[in-house]
T-cell receptor
Framework: KAGVTQTPRYLIKTRGQQVTLSCSPISGHRSVSWYQQTPGQGLQFLFE???????NKGNFPGRFSGRQFSNSRSEMNVSTLELGDSALYLC???????????FGQGTRLTVV | GQSLEQPSEVTAVEGAIVQINCTYQTSGFYGLSWYQQHDGGAPTFLSYNGLDGLEETGRFSSFLSRSDSYGYLLLQELQMKDSASYFCAVPNRDDKIIFGKGTRLHILP
C-alpha cells in the first residue's frame, strides 16, 4: 500500500508570492490534515478535511487555505507569502475514528 | 481548547531507560497517542492509550492516567537510533489531532 505522498519536497519562493502544496493520502483514507512544523513550535494544526469538507481549522490567518477533491487528494495554498511562512508542511491521512495518523515526508518551504 | 505539555529535551545513556511525560488539557478526551520523528523524517505513530494503564510494544511502553490528565512514554534498552523527537498527541471527536511541542531525546554512548 502506497504511503502518503506530498509534492513538491522542496520549494523556494519570494515574499509576496503564493504557493500550492499537494498531498495524496493513503488509499481509502478520507481524512486529510495539514500541519506546519517550525523549530521549537512542534506541529501546528492548520486544517482537516473529510469528504471534501473542512471539518477543523487551526489558528492561522486567512492566507492559508486548502481544499480536498473527490478522490481525497488535498491541496493547501498560501498566498502573499511572508518570511515567517518558511517551514516544513506536513500532511497526514487517517481512517476516521482512528487515533493513528500517517504522515507524508513533507514539503520544505523556504521564503526569501 | 486543547493543550499538551511535555519537556523540550531529555538526555539519557545508551542501554538505559527513559520516561517522557505529557500532561494535557482537553475538552472531551479520546485518547493519547505518541509519535516519533527523526531529523529530516516524517512523524511515525508509536502507540495509543484510550484507557488507563500501560500499553507495551517491544522496548516502548506508554501509560495513561485519565484522572490525572497525564501520560508517559517509556523507552527501555535505549539505542542510539532512538535519538529523535517524541510527540504526544490527542485527537478530538472529528479527527483533529493536536500535538505537543515535542521532546528531543539525546542519547549518550
Amino acid at each position: 500500500k502506497a504511503g502518503v505522498t506530498q509534492t513538491p519536497r522542496y520549494l523556494i519562493k519570494t515574499r509576496g508570492q503564493q504557493v500550492t502544496l499537494s498531498c495524496s493520502p493513503i488509499s481509502g483514507h478520507r481524512s486529510v490534515s495539514w500541519y506546519q512544523q517550525t523549530p521549537g513550535q512542534g506541529l501546528q494544526f492548520l486544517f482537516e478535511y473529510f469528504s471534501e469538507t473542512q471539518r477543523n481549522k487551526g489558528n492561522f490567518p486567512g492566507r492559508f487555505s486548502g481544499r480536498q477533491f473527490s478522490n481525497s487528494r488535498s491541496e493547501m495554498n498560501v498566498s502573499t507569502l511572508e518570511l515567517g511562512d518558511s517551514a516544513l508542511y506536513l500532511c497526514a491521512s487517517s481512517t476516521t475514528g482512528m487515533a493513528e495518523a500517517f504522515f507524508g515526508q513533507g514539503t520544505r518551504l523556504t521564503v526569501v | 481548547g486543547q493543550s499538551l505539555e511535555q519537556p523540550s529535551e531529555v538526555t539519557a545513556v545508551e542501554g538505559a531507560i527513559v520516561q517522557i511525560n505529557c500532561t494535557y488539557q482537553t475538552s472531551g478526551f479520546y485518547g493519547l497517542s505518541w509519535y516519533q520523528q527523526h531529523d529530516g523524517g516524517a512523524p511515525t505513530f508509536l502507540s495509543y492509550n484510550g484507557l488507563d494503564g500501560l500499553e507495551e510494544t517491544g522496548r516502548f511502553s506508554s501509560f495513561l492516567s485519565r484522572s490525572d490528565s497525564y501520560g508517559y512514554l517509556l523507552l527501555q534498552e535505549l539505542q542510539m537510533k532512538d535519538s529523535a523527537s517524541y510527540f504526544c498527541a490527542v485527537p478530538n471527536r472529528d479527527d483533529k489531532i493536536i500535538f505537543g511541542k515535542g521532546t528531543r531525546l539525546h542519547i549518550l554512548p
